[in-house]
Nanobody, 127 residues
Framework: QLGVVESGGGLVQPGESLRLSCEASGFTLDVYAIGWFRQAPGKEREGVSCIDISGRVTDYVDSVKDRFTISKDGAKNTVYLQLNGLKPEDTAVYYC??????WGTGTCFNPLKYNYWGQGTQVTVSS
C-alpha cells in the first residue's frame, strides 16, 4: 500500500525537542520528495519544511529556521524533522506528504502539489 506514516509527536515543555519521522511505504524516497506541514486548531495548514529526492535541497518556513532540521535516511526510507527550541506556537498536528520527483518551480509549500499524505502526529508544547 502506497503512503507515508508519521510518528514521534508528543507533549513537551517550551524549549524542549522532538524528532518526527515520516516513513514511506510502497515507494522509495529516491524518487519522492517530502514536505512537512502543520495545522493548528482554527488555522490553515502551513508548510514547515521540505527536502528533495537528493536530500541536499531543503527549505524552511521563516518561523522555524534555525530551530527545525529536516534530514533523510535512504536506507530506512524515512525523512526526519528535528524540532528544537519548541515554542507553544509550534503546537499543531504535523503531517508529512510525498510528491513524485519534485515540486517543480516555486514553493514546495503548496499542499496541492503532493500525492500522498499521512494521518498526522500531534505536537503539543505547553508548560
Amino acid at each position: 500500500q502506497l503512503g507515508v506514516v508519521e510518528s514521534g509527536g508528543g507533549l513537551v515543555q517550551p524549549g524542549e525537542s522532538l524528532r518526527l519521522s515520516c516513513e514511506a511505504s510502497g515507494f522509495t524516497l529516491d524518487v519522492y520528495a517530502i514536505g512537512w506541514f502543520r495545522q493548528a486548531p482554527g488555522k490553515e495548514r502551513e508548510g514547515v519544511s521540505c527536502i528533495d529526492i537528493s536530500g541536499r535541497v531543503t527549505d524552511y518556513v521563516d518561523s522555524v529556521k534555525d530551530r527545525f532540521t529536516i534530514s533523510k535516511d535512504g536506507a530506512k526510507n524515512t525523512v526526519y524533522l528535528q524540532l528544537n527550541g519548541l515554542k507553544p506556537e509550534d503546537t499543531a498536528v504535523y503531517y508529512c506528504a510525498a510528491i513524485r520527483w519534485t515540486w517543480g518551480t516555486g514553493t514546495c509549500f503548496n499542499p496541492l502539489k503532493y500525492n500522498y499524505w499521512g494521518q498526522g502526529t500531534q505536537v503539543t508544547v505547553s508548560s
